[in-house]
């Protein structure tokens, strides 16, 4: 079924801001947006009210729209949330998961691969996240799936700096393939050590960046 025209408006939207297209404290003009965009004025705005609930922009009234600012200190805290919830998930998933699932994530790291050797900043991020929301719902757990949604949601921006860091994408590759076959021999203490690995050397990469 195809999308709204406010869908649209959201999809292209939140891509332009969690690839840094559109950069932290930068100012949208809507005249500009519908330029981009080649949208009209109703799903722009809709999509920017849709945004600002999410935190990615902030409307300011009499003032316009600010593509929210990003801080190392947001950064660590989600990443200790992360930590917590993302181990916990790694042990679930070990005992519950399936072949299926397991070829899955095969797909998924190869595909992720892939958007690597070409290159493609937005596919890599794309499957980097369907990479973690495949070994969330093997958790079993939708409270769990709901609560990590919400933090790669929150972590897709800083995943973009991460990924201009020197070394750090052959890193994430042998991390996945670490978490994929510790997953795949149902070794729940391997799999919250690979995981929690792969979520300190996100935040190791970050923090070796001058700034945000």
């Given at each position: 079924m195809a999308l709204s025209q406010n869908e649209q408006a959201y999809a292209l939207l939140h891509d332009l801001l969690t690839t840094l297209a559109y950069k932290p404290g930068e100012y949208l003009n809507t005249a500009s947006l519908?330029?981009?965009?080649?949208m009209g004025r109703t799903p722009i705005n809709h999509a920017l009210h849709r945004l600002n609930t999410e935190g990615l922009v902030q409307i300011i009234p009499r003032k316009g729209v600010v593509v929210s600012p990003l801080s190392i200190d947001d950064a660590l805290h989600m990443i200790e949330v992360r930590l917590a919830n993302e181990t916990l998930c790694a042990r679930l998933a070990a005992k519950h998961i399936t072949p299926e699932e397991i070829a899955q994530l095969r797909s998924v790291a190869f595909a992720f691969n892939q958007a690597v050797?070409?290159?493609?900043?937005?596919e890599m991020m794309q499957m980097d996240r369907t990479f973690h929301e495949v070994i969330a719902n093997a958790s079993r757990n939708p409270v769990l799936v709901d609560v990590l949604r919400v933090l790669h949601g929150?972590?897709?921006?800083?995943?973009?700096i991460s990924l201009s860091t020197h070394g750090h994408v052959p890193e994430v590759q042998d991390e996945h393939e670490q978490i994929l076959e510790a997953l795949a021999a149902g070794?729940?203490?391997?799999?919250?050590?690979?995981?929690k690995a792969h979520v300190l050397s996100f935040r190791d990469a970050l923090l070796s960046r001058d700034r945000l």
């Open positions: 519908m330029e981009d965009l080649a050797a070409n290159r493609k900043v937005p929150k972590s897709q921006r800083f995943w973009a070794d729940a203490d391997a799999a919250e050590q690979c995981v």
